[in-house]
């Protein structure tokens, strides 16, 4: 479910929960709302960042693309 980045961390756990996402792609400006609410996320395995930072704990789109 596409959103914007000027989500908080309490919306993004809000559709994190009530879609029991798998899996969240986040760009630079959302991971630290991600990573804040996490933990409360049963659900979520997989975390996909769209950023040329590497992060721990996150999967790099450009390097899964290379």
Same mark, same amino acid.
């Given at each position: 479910?596409? &959103?914007?980045?000027?989500?908080? #961390? ?10 029991? #996402?798998? /899996? ?11 990573? +804040?609410?996490? +933990?409360? /996320? ?14 721990? &704990? ?5 390097? !899964? !693309?290379?």
């Amino acid at each position: 479910m596409p &959103g914007t980045t000027q989500l908080t #961390a309490k919306d993004i756990l809000y559709r994190l929960q009530a879609s029991k #996402a798998k /899996c969240v792609v986040a760009s630079e400006e959302v991971i630290p709302a991600v990573e +804040a609410i996490a +933990a409360e /996320c049963p659900h979520l395995k997989t975390k996909l960042q769209v950023s040329p930072h590497r992060r721990q &704990g996150w999967l790099s789109l450009q390097e !899964l !693309l290379q």
